[in-house]
């Protein structure tokens, strides 16, 4: 590339001041949809992947992975001036979450409140917003939440991976925050790797875009990008995440990009969970953050189709000490599971059209 | 379906919103502005932790229309940490037998799976057994 990157960096320092993650307790794993579709041939994704129970919806994931946010801040739910929900699987068509979310964790009525979309990164994007809104002193707290329930068509490749959960993260001032967001980078193209028309179940995908013109292009250039403008390199992170839709391809594009195992495995989730879409890239920054030390730098890199991706550089501060505990964790979250065949899969998901 | 009702109700119901007596200082749930224990007024609003235990419970096998997709499914009495009982589906269950005592937490679950993909989604408040934290 050859214009100067410009990065976006907030007037006021800005960072998280309290996460949540969230994640259903229902595991399929990925053995049980090879039987029913594959006869058990074929090399597996992913171990497992959540699935969401029949009370469950975009709506009532995202109001418990906020109030575990509000849990580790410890602030006033009427302090939020904007209660922004990123999500591809949105309950209603036209009725925002972000109100119900709003009102369930008592931040109505002066509060701003939008859903937000782009495929997988929708939840990054919404914490762009957030670092503006927050960063400009317009407000002191902004949360900015990525969930999904991911839908595949029955025998689809990617019904073994899609799956159900996200995290919430109050954005606010940087003296508060746990771990400062140092900046953000935006690689955007218009590129047609996977879609879901209105009115339809399930998303289509171009084949021919997935991965290398798509995921690994708009990651490595904005992971690139972003350390080239402050400076960084790989070994100055203790940690990196990624989007993940499966378990091979973050762990190449960390590659690639210069990283090591060590710094990919925290973060990297897909194998237990599957691929939580909008919540995928940020529920690996929760589990680094329930780990993360004073000092910690982590990069942070989602992936939507369609395409973009955003680059987030953070780096924890000593009020990380304690907050862990205030909440449930990610990984408490993960070892909390009740396995279940196809045949209960099919039927909490009302998995009964194949169109 | 009753829309205003559901309005009405929607902070109770989302966050487990009651009461609490300025005079006593008892908890009051559900809303009734009016304190069951010294017979005061009692308007301030109060959010419950939601943290309680099972008081009583019986399980349902033949549920009213708008509630039959998920039958059996188990109701409870739960006694609230701050006094309060309250009634609600138990949600999160699966393999764990429910007993008298047992610890439980408040979530917000969708209330009714109608089979009407058209209709108005009802959240409101249930119980599952306390996450290890
Ligand atoms: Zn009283």
Redesign the interface.
Known sequence: MSEKITLLKPENPVGIVGYGSYVP?YRLPASEISRIWTDGMGGLPIEEKSVA?????V??MS??AARNSLKRAGISPQDIRAVWVGSESH??AVKPTST?VA????AVPSTQAADWEFACKAGTEAMVAAMGLVGSGMARYALAIGMDIAQGRPGDPLEYTAAAGGAAFLIGPGEEALAIIEASYSFVTDTPDFWRRAYQKYPEHGHRFTGEPSYFKHITEAGQAMMDATDTKPEDYAYCVFHQPNTKFPQRVGKMLGFNAEQIKTGLLVPKIGNTYSGSAIIGLTAILDEAKLGDNILMVSYGSGAGSDAMVLSVTDNISGKS?K???TQ??IE?R?EIDYATYARLRGKLVKK | MDIPRHWRL??QR??L?GEVCEHCDSKVFPPRDICPDCGEEAKTLF?FSGKGEVYSHSTVYDAPKGFD??TPYTIAMVKLEEGPLVTAQL??L??KEVKIGMPVEM?????R?AGDERSM?V?GY?FRPV???
């Open positions: 307790r129970g029949p009370d469950e919806d709506t009532t109001i418990e309950p209603y119900i009102e369930a964790i008592g505990e909440a449930t964790t408490q979250y909390r009740t | 929607r902070k989302y966050g919103v959010s997709e998920s949600t999160d699966q393999e979530v917000t679950r969708k209330l799976e989604i959240y249930k996450m290890s934290h």
